[in-house]
């Protein structure tokens, strides 16, 4: 086992938040499994991660509940389970570690949001030396408001907004940013297809 899937913050925290409504694929749970149900055939290593805030008062603190993988999500036992205060995965975590002690050279990445805690992990891992592997389609993220836009305002007037970056803009981004440089940008049919015995 030299691989590892990272699924990052695929938790019902994003559920509970207004925004839900506009995120750019609302089924992410579903791919996501598609991704575990592959690593575990291929005997890779799984690490699922979640995103807390103590005391923060809001859906990424522990005390009110929602910090918890999505429902349609299973965990199989002995897959490790890490949580982090940080954008990426390794800063306040003993992710490093764990991947040191299993042997783990390559990571597949996928997770919520796209260009936030997904690509920010993705960048770190690459300046690890890991060689990543940023799975698009089993991303999700929001539209971006404008910098100079207020953040209080509500959903429908960041979407009228035409300042408002769709989601679907932040992940071409993200991928333009990502390729060739700190990781392979892969769909998950493309990472099946791999994977198929050849007939």
């Known amino acids: 086992m030299t691989r590892a899937l990272i699924v990052i913050d695929v938790q019902e925290s994003f559920r509970a938040r207004p925004l839900w409504e506009a995120v750019s694929d609302p089924k992410i749970a579903d791919k996501v499994n598609r991704l575990v149900r592959l690593s575990r055939e291929r005997g890779d290593l799984v690490v699922w991660v979640l995103h807390h805030e103590p005391g923060s008062g809001d859906v990424?603190?522990?005390?009110?509940g929602q910090v918890r993988l999505m429902a349609e999500l299973e965990r199989a036992d002995g897959e490790p389970l890490i949580h982090k205060t940080s954008h990426n995965?390794?800063?306040?975590?003993?992710?490093?570690?764990?991947?040191?002690?299993?042997?783990?050279r390559e990571l597949t990445v996928c997770g919520i949001r796209t260009e936030q805690c997904v690509e920010t992990t993705t960048r770190v891992a690459g300046d690890l030396g890991y060689r990543v592997t940023f799975v698009t389609d089993a991303t999700a993220t929001d539209p971006l408001a404008h910098p100079d836009a207020p953040a209080d305002r509500s959903v429908a007037d960041?979407?009228?907004?035409?300042?408002?970056?769709?989601?679907?803009?932040?992940?071409?981004?993200?991928?333009?940013?990502l390729a060739g440089r700190f990781a392979t940008i892969a769909t998950i049919d493309r990472l099946e297809a791999a994977a198929a015995p050849q007939a």
């Open 89 to 104: 995965a390794f800063t306040t975590t003993n992710l490093q570690q764990l991947l040191t002690e299993h042997g783990i």
């Open 60 to 64: 990424f603190d522990p005390a009110l």
């Open 158 to 177: 960041l979407l009228a907004d035409p300042r408002t970056l769709p989601a679907a803009e932040v992940i071409r981004r993200t991928e333009y940013a």
